[in-house]
């Protein structure tokens, strides 16, 4: 479908627009964030200003670009989605030139007064390109091998260059996050198959590599897949991390230390406690029933995704929706899994709630682009 | 793209089905989240808990305050002074020795404190703080504390450390502590954790080291809380230590710092004590040395000075020292004789000067001979003679028993180190020590307090004590121990004859009353404070026949070290006795005239509980007692009301 098929009349138009947002989520995007506030009040030892209050005036400007985003029609949007993946590719490109260098890895890219991350960018820009593509292709050539590569590639271009960054974690959301559109857009199962396989083989590769001069990933990146397989075998060096996580998030026990009480996150036994660790404090300070809680909220926002795109009848809103959804459930599964020990440490911040300059800007832009969806759907 | 109908359907239908594989996929992954959750928090929380305990929170040591030592009217002997400190911890401090050379240009680091700085960082945990410089003034500290932010690792830190007013007054009796040394770790068999504190202070000598269960009290705990990088963070709980138990001592600190002036540059000891109670008023020991000097950490030099020094100030003499009591002891032989039964009081010896066993001459030292001597005479003119026929007489072992009911030889238990028991020989210990039998001339030799006799200042001071109650006085040095009154039982009498006792103090009281008598000069005329003394000169080597031959024949003449020790003990009032006094001059040559006055000024200045009045003096010495007195280092004189004002 098309706008053109749209029966214009039945599109709400101005104003009216409003009732007919996606509240139930505005709602439970605001609680999580809230939660965040909480934490970052919390990790910062009782004082506002430090993470809690910017993070707050973020959200805020989230809130208002989501709003603005999703008041502007959704054929908009999918005709400007080919637009979007390049400008992101660019800025990721410009970064991998230009770029700034921070914590060992150049992601940052300076435009005037903001310090933006490409690669946050493009996790949008790939969805929107994506949904688009399957939206053009006529739906017998889903499967056919030539239409699968085209989208291959458009996944795996960025990917690339976010691993040069490098930036294991985005790289992974990206590579998930496109094969899961593709995978609702419907490509044969044999596909996944092949893939599932071919990331084994890869990832026997990559191991094999280690140590030669054609190696595959960095030394650090090497050790955290070894101190993920043993965190106690290094518990002050390289598993510290994982080690001091677990200690804060076991001893946070059924109901937690209580607010502002965690003395793993307070006392800087936790590293990266205010971003990709914030979860560590929550569980400690309001413990399995706190960790549980917020787990549940992620899975309503979900939940009100899906059900949003389930009732949307047009391809390019429904590909979008579930693409935005399972980008949001990277995030914070990949995030959560990584603190519980389920899978090496890669940086991934849990959306919404870790301190973050534009991962915030950009996630409430995306559901920018849900609201639009919503509030355009055909009826 | 414009779809047909159908295709729209088919794309809804796929794109619905494939939701629910996603959907259900991301509820599972939901799931496992989940229950790994719940077995972290749940199933093995409490695991986690210790180790979250174990993380952030560390006991810390309180030290707790040293006990006070004060004197009988309560005024401070030892007691803690602030004391500003540095410590650096190596591990916060990262580049260990530019943190020490910027701190060396705010201090007067000297390079031995700068080098055991580095041994300790070497030998210890980098997490513990180590202490680079002691004491240090309160403009060097301030110092240090503003210019902290250019000193990572360096602590400023406020502690109690031992300090002595009185300083070299009571050195000998007090000791003195320092921090704890391997050396004592190894030796002590005491689990407390105190002692693990770096530099911590115990006692090293003295009533510090042998009341040092008492003076250290417990250990307090801090719980605190700390960050990764282990800065204290808050304190979570605190259970304060019990300071140590103050000591109230028997010493009278006046008279203990009047007896020190009084000694003065002379190898010396002097005791004073209470006659009936036993109590210790001063126990003094000269040269001394400023104790405060030890806590401080003494330097190389000044320890040599001390070590090397030919009149040992780093001993106590009083308690130590162990002289031959030389005429001092003649008290002894007579009572021992009275008892005996082998003379009576008024029965008279001829002294010619000499007597003879076999071939040998054993000379009185007054070669002319004194004549007829009853008791009374032989004590004020200290025949020797008179003591070889009635100790010949009486034998040594009664003569030795004597001399331990009087308290020579025996071992008094005060809280002071190395206390010397002394020697009342006899037949068995000689039998014992060198395999030899006892000859008659070691009971001749005996009998005036040479050859094997040996006593300590304190035991003299006992044995003057017990003459002149005849009670067996037990000395005390301490009063109270934490407020607690130490127990003392009243003395049981010697049971000895009384009139045999009055013969023996009435000889005394001729020593220093009689015209003749040998302290005549160390005379008191105000009749309420009147001595029984008696002189002693015990020889430390004969003059040999080569020196004589020389022409050597009076002491002074002899090198110092070889030259006789003078010995002077005293008990006063003589009828009614409170105070008895023991003074031994190291090679100070004769009793009565280096050992003997500074017993008197030491007896008048206890009886007075100050300065003495002049006229106590003999008219003859009073200018000249006047100007030695104003000679004298003395403490300035006690505020009105004070007393109690410096515990």
Partial sequence: MSYLEYNVKTVPAGLRKVLYVNWPLIVLLTAVAAVGFLMLYSVAGGRIGVWAEPQMKRFAVGIVGMLMIGFVPIWFWRNVSALAYLGALALLAAVALFGEEGKGAQRWLDIGPVRLQPSELMKVGLVMMLAAYYDWLDIRRTSRPLWVLIPLLLILVPTFLVLKQPDLGTAILLVAGG???????????????????LVAGLVFGVLESR??????????????IDTFLDPGSDPLGAGYNISQAQIALGSGGWGGKG??????????????????????????EFGFVGAISLLSLYALILFFCFASAMANRDRYSALLTYGVAATFFLFFAVNMAMITGLMPVVGVPLPLVSYGGTAMIILLGAFGLVQSAHIHRPR | MRRSPRDAQESARRIGRRAMVLGGAQAAAMAVL????????????????????ENSIKIRLLPPARGLILDRNGALLAGNEQNYRITITAEDAGDVEAVLSRLARLLPLTPEDLERTRREIARRSPTLPITVADRISWADFSAVAVNAPALPGITTEVGLSRAYPLGADLAHVLGYVGPVSDYDLSKLDDPDPLLQIPRFQIGK????????AELRGRAGTRRIEVNATGRVMRELDRKDGEPGAVIQTTLDHRLQNYVQARLGADSAAAVVIDVTSGDILAINSAPSFDPNMFVRGISGPEYRALTEHDHRPLADKSVQGAYPPGSTFKMVVALAALEAGVIRADETVYCRGFTELGNRRFHCWKSGGHGHMDMTRSLEQSCDVYYYEIAQRTGIDRVSAMARRLGIGM????????????????????????????????????????????ASPLQLAVMSARIATGLAVEPRLIRAIGGAEVAAAPPPSLGLNEDHLRAVRRGMIQVSNSQRGTAYSSRVVDETMRMAAKTGTSQVRNISAAERARGVTRNEQLPWERRDHALFVCYAPAEAPRIAVSVVVEHGGGGSTAAGPVARDIMLQALAGGLPPIEAYPESQRNRIEAERRALPLLPPEPPGGGKSRA
């Fill in chain 1, 179 to 197: 094969g899961i559109v593709m995978f609702i857009a419907g490509v044969s199962w044999w596909y996944f198959g092949t893939v599932i396989a």
């Fill in chain 1, 211 to 224: 140590g030669t001069d054609w190696q595959l990933i960095e030394d650090y990146q090497f050790r955290r």
């Fill in chain 1, 259 to 284: 607010f502002m009480q965690g003395t793993q996150s307070r006392l800087n036994f936790l590293p990266e406690k205010h971003t990709d660790f914030i979860f560590t404090t929550l569980a400690e």
């Fill in chain 2, 34 to 53: 989940a229950l790994r959750m719940r077995h972290l928090q749940v199933d093995q929380a409490d695991q986690f808990r210790l180790l979250a305990d």
């Fill in chain 2, 205 to 212: 000598v003295g009533a510090e080291a042998r009341l040092e």
């Fill in chain 2, 411 to 454: 071992r008094f238990d005060l809280p002071m180190s190395a206390v010397s028991e002394g020697l009342a020989p006899d037949r068995d210990w000689k039998q014992r020590k060198y395999g030899k039998g006892w000859l008659v001339g070691d009971t001749l030799n005996a009998g005036i307090g040479q050859g094997f006799v040996l």
